[in-house]
């Protein structure tokens, strides 16, 4: 039997493919193979991100990547707009207040979307044109929340000077992100989420726009140097040490996916996503976050106030070797976050709805699993 | 038939256990298993530093080792003396520079050691003790010198308040350093060297008057902080998603070293780089290092005025798939150079030997290979 079923909002589950290839003997990083691989992969990337503009790829998490955004277009003193949904938002303006930015927060209400309405005053407000750059999380992943970028697009419109800096950690190559019509200057993402490799790779995609602020950025900077990487890069190489094994694995992946088809993986997570909240309800238990915005990789589920959501993992973890993950800061008592993305499919949807209602079962919590996996098999019908 | 042989400085050859350990299914890193595993590798570590103290592990490549230590450790205006004897001694300097640090640099031949007489004087003549630390390679990967860290101990023993930080990247795990006998406040290396598993971490020991000087540190950080990693590792844990896959494949690479016993792989090192050196003079070629100082790791050959390295380098790739490194910078039209850290034993001595012997008689360059041989093979009849 299986050792165990990751259903984690990261790392996820990593394709047997992916993991053989990464278990062939190493090759070196100046070498004519890596380079070659390097550029191809690296093009391959840029599909996913829906982009012409250049992407890098470093050795690093997807904080790593979020530091590289920060000190690469921006210089202490700098201000940005930060608009937060949750944990991920926060880290993304504490990462620039780290940095010396003057960081203007905008906090939204945990489990619900930002309000465009508070945005774009923020952005007419500022007569003085401080504001470099808006930072947004694209999918918040401590509460399950997916942001929809287009009303950004359109009050950026008139304030071109602004940058566009979005997080994509968990949303790249499961949800549909057009960096280039969004005009987005630099998204975010890392490997051990809808790329289904292990942690390792940040990978960042860089607008013509996005490079004229790196030439002016005045933050010391050294690994994350943007400018390094593109000019190696050329050469498909790297300014240091890559994570070759990783390059395997996203090789790989990249096949994988675009196998598919990109737009069958995104279409594959926006069902398995609704019929995973919709087995929860019917299950008579509560969904986190408001449905309108509703993330397709992760879903948060309120936990009913006589359970505890650690004791629910310990059951789920220990008798069925399900892991999902709990919730962060303020809603660790609240909810548990249940990952789909990446390698998953409907048979883990069935078994984690089956799962969880077992385990509530146990804990002596009412609730009725085979209407839940009724409704998820209803939604699964209608396609 | 094997596919290559890398005979690099890094990334250098994995054995199949860990390349086998590392595909096995991944795991989240804040399940109670990745925390006993990061607890326990921490601890095996330690062992191969000779060090009581911390050991931190980050997700990044050796050069973000250096810089985390840079960042830590000081502070922009601070100064620092620079103990150079190559590429990657350079490298530190240019990182420490560009977190605005005053680098005094001392730089020596390369393809010699430093002169401790002169770093002497350099600590000596500071009489407003404005020297914070001392930033040294202890093995030279550019030029394969082995720098003596003993002299620097004892010009330091009247010095306590300077930190001595040392770019340890190729050497430990091959080469005895004793951290704490040598007062070593930090060192770096990562783990695609004599730890022999794939690029992706680097690992840092701190010792307590370090960690004294990073609560003075004022450089900005985020992703690199001492701190916030140090107060994880209690919990087995790491501020942001560490590189599970690869944590899996040290702990593999420690349970290797530890069976095969840490002073059997220094004596083995020293055995093969010596019945390699002797080989080499024996062929007729020169080499590169000072041999009262040549590393244990990496061997850097002269190439006869006839040769183009770059020529050779190819036949062994194309003829006898042996991958081995270029110089770099200034040497790159002079040298080679020969990995031979990790897993590696007589045979891939030999072989190189030959390999090299009949590329170089391909390329018309009359050498004596089977003296070569000899030559090594007496060095290991001497054991």
Redesign the interface.
């Known amino acids: 039997m ?3 079923y ?1 259903r ?1 909002p ?5 394709p047997e493919e992916v ?2 290839k ?10 004519n193979e890596f380079q070659q691989l390097f550029l191809a992969v690296t093009e391959e990337t840029k599909k996913v991100f829906k982009t012409k503009n250049d992407v890098l790829i470093f ?6 990547g979020m ?1 590289a955004a920060v000190v690469n277009l921006f210089s ?1 003193g700098d201000t940005i707009l930060l608009i937060s949904i949750g944990v991920f938002g926060d880290r993304f303006g ?2 620039a207040e ?3 930015l003057n960081v203007e927060k905008l906090c939204f209400p945990w489990g619900k979307t930002y309000d465009p309405e508070i945005v774009k005053k923020a952005i007419y407000n500022d007569k003085e044109g401080k504001i470099k750059g808006v930072l947004v999380t694209h999918n918040e992943t401590s509460t399950g929340v997916l942001n929809d970028l287009v009303p950004i697009k359109e009050i950026l419109k008139d304030h071109q000077e602004i940058l566009l800096v979005v997080d994509a950690i968990s949303s790249l190559g499961a949800i549909d992100l057009k960096t280039d019509e969004l005009g987005i200057d630099v998204a975010i993402t ?1 490997s ?1 989420k809808a790329l289904m490799i ?3 790779l940040t990978l960042i995609s860089v607008s013509d726009k996005a490079w004229e602020a790196v030439e002016k950025s005045k ?5 994350w140097d943007f400018k390094k990487a593109s000019a190696n890069l050329k050469k498909g190489s790297t ?8 390059i395997f694995g996203l090789r790989e992946s990249m096949k994988l996916i675009h196998k598919e088809g990109l737009e069958n993986v995104f279409e594959r997570h926006i069902l398995l996503s609704r019929a995973f909240r919709e087995g929860i309800k019917a299950m008579g238990l509560t969904l986190f976050a408001d449905e309108q915005y509703a993330s397709p990789t992760v879903t948060s589920v309120r936990m009913p106030d006589a359970v505890d959501p650690s004791k629910l993992r310990k059951i789920l ?1 220990n008798e069925y070797r399900v ?1 999902v ?1 709990g919730g962060q800061q303020k809603l660790k008592d609240t909810i548990i976050r249940v990952g789909h993305m990446g390698y998953i499919d409907k048979f883990d949807i069935i078994n984690t709805l089956w799962a969880l209602g077992m385990s509530l079962d146990k804990l002596g919590c009412e609730v009725d699993t085979l209407s839940g996996i009724d409704k998820a098999q209803e939604v699964f019908k209608e396609v």
Chains 1, 2 share one sequence.
Do not use: C, D
């Not at 990261?10 to 990593?14: A, L, V």
């Open positions: 299986r050792e165990f990751l984690l990261g790392p996820t589950e990593i993991l053989l990464m278990a062939r003997p190493i090759i070196g990083h100046r070498t050795l690093g998490s997807g904080t790593g530091e202490p504490e990462i780290s940095f010396g890392s051990q292990p942690p390792g933050t010391n900077k050294f690994y300014p240091y040490t890559p994570a070759v094994s990783l973890e892991f993950a």
